[in-house]
Structure formats: structure tokens, C-alpha cells
């Protein structure tokens, strides 16, 4: 059983930006959450799984004005997003956000039934599925597509792309070529057939993120990528969509 003090970890990458995760998940269960340092706030796109008080564990979510981005309320996105004060979410996902029940996150789905073992690498003291709980966290901002994020000396731009579920939400940053993609696209299994999947609407999407001609994408799993294993991932996509008819 892993002790709080070791469940999370943060890792930096380019243009201020760092990985927030919990590196004891299995890497399908593991929600890559994205800290962005602007001068005036910082932003934090998703939450992960909540066990574990998240911004107490760490001081970079801490110690400076911060907005919240929820990119879609599935469980392993949304536990601690309650312990934020500014909670930013696409009018489609809100309900969820407000009342995150179980059967609304697909925690029921995925993960209730699911061995620990299956979850977890090693599961986080004191874990007991039949308690999972996820706190009301009522959004404070509704966002919509085409919106800005202003952190004072950066701009992201909010993307609408659903396809994975309703209000599934992505940022693209036009100076630093940076996409955050979550759960649209990455680097692993996607998941197209949960309750709330749209394959037309996802095919949309993921032709949206070509267009972009992002420098790197960061997803809501896996490992983060450049532009060449973009298209093959994009292409892989929309071919298996063609054949399926
Ligand atoms: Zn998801
Ligand atoms: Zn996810």
C-alpha cells in the first residue's frame, strides 16, 4: 500500500508547463493532469482519481492564484477538483461536475468491478472501491469553444472536441505550438464506446487536431508526443473509422 506522501509525483516539461500524475495508477487508469505557469495564474487541466488530497501534496498547486480546467468528468479527471476554487468545465459536462456520482464518471463501469490489480500497480493506503466518492464541485465558469484562457502572458484557446464524451474539452497554444489533447487523443487503447461516445463527433475531432499542426501533444494518458507520431495515430484512427464503414 502506497502512503500519501508517495502517490503523486510532478514532472516538468518545456515552455513552463508540468506533469502532475500518480504514477502508482496503471498507466490506462493514470490521468495525466497539465500545470501551465502564466504570469497573473497558473492552469491545472484535470484532477485525477482523488484518494489522496491533491494540492496539499504539492506546492506547485498551492502557493499562487489557479484556475481549474476540467477537460471532461470521468472519475480518474475529476476527484480532486473539488478542493479548487475557480472550476472551468463545457456547459455539456457540468451536471456531472455538480452531482459526480459513480454511475455518471463510469467509476461503476470501469473501475468499481475492477481488481486492484488492475487499477493499480500498488494501490494507495487506505483504498477501498465499495467507498469511492467523488466531492460536488459545481463549476464556477461555463467554456465554450473558441474561448481564451488569459494567464497574463499566455494565451490557450479552448477547443471543444467531442467524441470521447459530450463537453470533452482541449487547449491549443498558437506561440508555443502546445495541444493538450486528454482523452481525444493519445498515445494508448482510445476509449470510443463509453456511454456519451459519438464516433462521428470524434472523427471530427481528431481531424481538428491535425489541422493544428501541434509541436507536441499532451494527452490525458500515456506518453506525450510530437507531430509525426500525431498523424500516425490520427490516420490509424480515421482509417479503422473508414473500415468499420
Ligand atoms: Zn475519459
Ligand atoms: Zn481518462
Not at 513552463?16 to 490521468?31: K, N
Not at 494501490?123 to 467554456?143: F, N, Q
Not at 490520427?234 to 484512427?237: K, T
Given at each position: 500500500m502506497i502512503p500519501e506522501r508517495d502517490w503523486y509525483e510532478t514532472i516538468p516539461f518545456a515552455d513552463?508547463?508540468?506533469?502532475?500524475?500518480?504514477?502508482?495508477?496503471?498507466?490506462?487508469?493514470?490521468?495525466n493532469c497539465w500545470h501551465v505557469r502564466g504570469r497573473e495564474r497558473d492552469l491545472l487541466v484535470d484532477a485525477g482519481l482523488g484518494h489522496f488530497p491533491l494540492r496539499r501534496n504539492l506546492p506547485l498547486l498551492r502557493d499562487r492564484p489557479i484556475l481549474l480546467l476540467v477537460s471532461h468528468t470521468h472519475f480518474d479527471h475529476i476527484g480532486a477538483a473539488f478542493e479548487?476554487?475557480?472550476?472551468?468545465?463545457?456547459?455539456?459536462?457540468?451536471?456531472?461536475?455538480?452531482?459526480?456520482?459513480?454511475?455518471?464518471?463510469?467509476?461503476?463501469?470501469?473501475?468499481?468491478?475492477?481488481?486492484?490489480?488492475?487499477?493499480?500497480l500498488e494501490?494507495?493506503?487506505?483504498?477501498?472501491?465499495?467507498?469511492?466518492?467523488?466531492?460536488?464541485?459545481?463549476?464556477?465558469?461555463?467554456?465554450h469553444d473558441g474561448e481564451a484562457i488569459d494567464l497574463g502572458d499566455r494565451v490557450l484557446r479552448v477547443l471543444h472536441t467531442p467524441g470521447h464524451s459530450p463537453g470533452h474539452l482541449a487547449l491549443f497554444e498558437e506561440r508555443t505550438g502546445i495541444l493538450i489533447?486528454?482523452?481525444?487523443?493519445?498515445?494508448?487503447?482510445?476509449v470510443t464506446d463509453c456511454p456519451g461516445a459519438d464516433m462521428t463527433a470524434y472523427?471530427?475531432?481528431?481531424r481538428r487536431m491535425l489541422e493544428l499542426s501541434p509541436r507536441i501533444v499532451h494527452g490525458g494518458h500515456f506518453a506525450?508526443?510530437?507531430?509525426?507520431r500525431l498523424r500516425q495515430l490520427?490516420?490509424?484512427?480515421l482509417a479503422e473509422f473508414d473500415a468499420r464503414g
Open positions: 513552463g508547463v508540468t506533469l502532475v500524475h500518480e504514477p502508482w495508477m496503471s498507466p490506462f487508469y493514470r490521468c479548487f476554487e475557480e472550476r472551468l468545465v463545457h456547459p455539456l459536462e457540468a451536471a456531472v461536475l455538480e452531482r459526480p456520482d459513480n454511475a455518471a464518471t463510469l467509476f461503476d463501469r470501469y473501475a468499481a468491478g475492477a481488481q486492484d490489480a488492475q487499477m493499480f494501490p494507495p493506503e487506505g483504498w477501498d472501491a465499495r467507498r469511492y466518492r467523488i466531492a460536488p464541485a459545481p463549476a464556477t465558469r461555463l467554456v489533447a486528454q482523452d481525444v487523443l493519445y498515445d494508448g487503447p482510445l472523427v471530427a475531432s481528431i506525450s508526443f510530437g507531430p509525426v490520427a490516420h490509424a484512427f
